[in-house]
């Protein structure tokens, strides 16, 4: 085998070694570098303001008769919650998002005063 091969093969491996952690981190990065997302769209019906949580996180406060969206909440399991002005539990759901599946949630009633 000549010695010009050899360090060409040895140079092709190298930087193969390097060109994998960056195949690697662009790989985990898909469903962003092509504009896949998974929203939530929350539409609230009742008559009361409702404060919505996204896995334990304040995401927005939603009036009355309105509707608001959670951009890209991610794929897999997610618990939303609305709690109306004084912190009551009106609502709770249990969800699972595939990648760029979007959620429409309608909240219809307050909970009683």
Known sequence: MSRVYTVDV??????????LPLLLAVGGCREHLFGVQSDVVVANLSSCRLTVYVDGWEAFTVGQDSSRTVDNVGSGRHVLEAKDGLGRLVERRY???RSGEDYYWRIEACPPR
């Open 10 to 19: 040895r140079l092709r491996v190298h930087f193969a070694l390097l060109l």
């Open 95 to 97: 969800i699972e998002l």
